[in-house]
């Protein structure tokens, strides 16, 4: 019983705090998102090759670009078919493992608030950074193919 009583206080608390606190607003918001590249991987088969989404750079200029193949890279690693994947997007696993982070850092760091008020400011501080290298790791070939490409 005392158990059912403190997860309930857990749920009640964080209601009230998300309802005033910008910081878990956000992090249910990129959560969602997450939430829905990761459906989109899903729901759309590399077999059948009907993604909605194309590649700009590749109908403008007729040539690849450094993300072309991404979203196919995601299916495929959503169906564990990784060795396939790299063949589409050799930088693709590097993008969902960085997706797949922030989904976990999300729901981790959003309980933390919850749980450790006290240590909001540190905790936020610590989501920004690891965020940040995490975000440089993923996304330094795309970087450095948009500043080379200028």
């Not at 989904?103 to 905790?123: E, T």
């Amino acid at each position: 019983m005392t158990a059912w009583i403190r997860k309930n206080n857990f749920f009640s608390d964080f209601k009230q705090i998300f309802r005033r606190d910008p910081y878990l607003q956000i992090n249910i918001i990129l959560t969602g998102v997450i939430l829905l590249v990761f459906a989109y991987s899903g729901f759309f088969s590399p077999a059948s090759d009907k993604y909605p989404i194309v590649c700009i750079h590749e109908k403008l200029t007729g040539e690849p670009c450094v993300s072309c193949g991404l979203s196919h890279s995601f299916s495929l690693i959503v169906r564990g078919r990784i060795s396939e994947a790299y063949q589409w997007n050799i930088y693709g696993l590097r993008v969902f493992i960085f997706f797949t982070a922030q989904l976990l850092m999300r729901i981790l760091f959003s309980v933390f608030y919850v749980k450790y008020p006290d240590n909001g400011k540190q905790l936020i501080t610590y989501d920004i950074a690891v965020s940040l290298m995490l975000f440089i790791v993923s996304f330094l070939p795309y970087i450095v193919w948009i500043f080379g490409s200028l």
